[in-house]
Nanobody, 119 residues
Framework: QVQLVESGGGLVQPGGSLRLSCVASGSIFIFNRMGWYRQVSGKQRELVAGITSDGATNYVDSVKGRFTISRDNAKNTVYLQMNSLKDEDTAVYFC?????????????WGKGTLITVSS
């Protein structure tokens, strides 16, 4: 069973930066896609950024130009560099990994890390 462990969350002032890390218990080569989602209490979890095994990335409009997702296959790690943080970025951030199989998609989730943007 694959485990994903996030780290790097915390309290930051508006305009500040944080880098999240997601370490997988095994090789991330097996995953077709990895990503970061976030969730605010009472709201649906939303995709923030995704990266494919080929390195293609996508972002939700609200973070474009501020967040950067990357992956280091040698370290089995996916990162989310977050700059120019805003109050509305406050949420629990979850790491996600997807493996496409013949008849379904395997999905794995981390337990989440809280980011609070506040002055």
């Amino acid at each position: 069973q694959v485990q994903l462990v996030e780290s790097g969350g915390g309290l930051v002032q508006p305009g500040g930066s944080l880098r999240l890390s997601c370490v997988a218990s095994g090789s991330i080569f097996i995953f077709n896609r990895m990503g970061w989602y976030r969730q605010v209490s009472g709201k649906q979890r939303e995709l923030v950024a995704g990266i494919t095994s080929d390195g293609a990335t996508n972002y939700v409009d609200s973070v474009k130009g501020r967040f950067t997702i990357s992956r280091d296959n040698a370290k089995n790690t996916v990162y989310l560099q977050m700059n120019s943080l805003k109050d509305e970025d406050t949420a629990v951030y979850f790491c996600n990994a997807q493996r496409y199989r013949a008849y379904n998609t395997e999905q794995y989730w981390g337990k989440g890390t809280l980011i609070t943007v506040s002055s």
